[in-house]
């Protein structure tokens, strides 16, 4: 399984980005559908940090308060992707953004992982850089 992360670049404060991560390789059957996606970010020196997720169903959507208003996270199963739409930007949302699958036997289709630790595929990460 590959997840491959883009639509990261340098856009000033108050500005907006989208980014995209396609996931590929699934074994057959079991679509992104049957999974939860996250994403991340991460600054040099600090922790990989929850920005937001969705479940396999979409019943459950998780926002970090940093974000949250600013941020909208959605799913295409069709196109096997997961998006992640930033507006109203700040320098302090500049980072390295990771996406991230769930795809543990043992998850639940309702749910998404708020922890890093419970996802077990992830994508290369695409630099968001914020001006102020």
């Known amino acids: 399984l590959q997840l491959q992360a883009s639509g990261g670049g340098l856009v000033q404060a108050g500005g907006s980005l989208r980014l995209s991560c396609v996931a590929s390789g699934f074994i057959p059957g079991y679509g992104l559908d049957y999974y939860a996606l996250g994403w991340f970010r991460q600054v040099p020196g600090k922790e990989r940090e929850g920005v937001s997720c969705?479940?396999?169903?979409?019943?459950?959507?998780y926002y970090a308060d940093s974000v949250k208003g600013r941020f909208n996270i959605s799913r295409d199963n069709a196109k096997n992707t997961v998006y992640l739409e930033m507006n109203s930007l700040k320098p302090e949302d500049t980072a390295v953004y990771h996406c991230a699958i769930d795809t543990r036997a043992s998850s639940s289709y309702y749910l998404c992982p708020k922890s890093p630790y419970d996802y077990d595929n992830w994508g290369q990460g695409t630099l968001v850089t914020v001006s102020s």
């Open positions: 969705i479940s396999s169903t979409g019943d459950d959507i």
